[in-house]
């Protein structure tokens, strides 16, 4: 478990997926992300040390140091010198009640697709397969709003 430098827990923990091809630095950064949307990191709350992400993950520091980095630069954290990172921005969040809904559904709809024979890597290529249309139906419904006349083109 991380711990803030006066000993309290941390409220994030790392961790890597080295099959997934992300490289490691943004799966730091896109946790961290992830874990401001559903309200585990609020503003002010530190980020793991540097030092104990490494050794927790045992990889380079100039990772980590590039994840935060990159958050930075996203507006979403911000480096105190010697005292350590934390979150300074926001990102949009639906509310607690939301998304408790939300995760109920897709859990349900996960255990449907298990009962089908359908593996966690199915399951993702599903969702991402989804979401993919979903941006496509709304780029479609700009652009019939802006009147460019390719509404649902997939080139």
Do not use: C
């Amino acid at each position: 478990m991380n711990v803030d430098k006066d000993g309290s827990p941390s409220p994030i923990e790392f961790r890597l997926d080295l099959a997934s091809g992300v490289p490691t630095y943004l799966q730091l950064a896109q946790q961290v992300e992830q874990a401001m949307r559903l309200g585990y990191l609020r503003h002010g709350d530190q980020l793991p040390r540097v030092k104990d992400v490494v050794a927790g993950l045992a990889i380079n520091p100039n990772t980590v140091l590039k994840a935060y980095r990159e958050l930075e630069h996203r507006g979403l954290v911000v480096g105190r010198r010697g005292v350590g990172t934390f979150v300074e921005g926001t990102v949009e969040r639906v509310g607690l009640r939301e998304q408790a809904a939300l995760h109920k559904s897709l859990l349900a709809w996960m255990r449907t697709a298990s009962e089908a024979g359908v593996d966690e890597e199915g399951m993702s290529a599903l969702f991402v397969a989804a979401l993919h249309d979903l941006r496509q139906s709304r780029a479609g419904r700009a652009d019939e709003e802006g009147g460019s006349g390719r509404a649902g083109v997939v080139a």
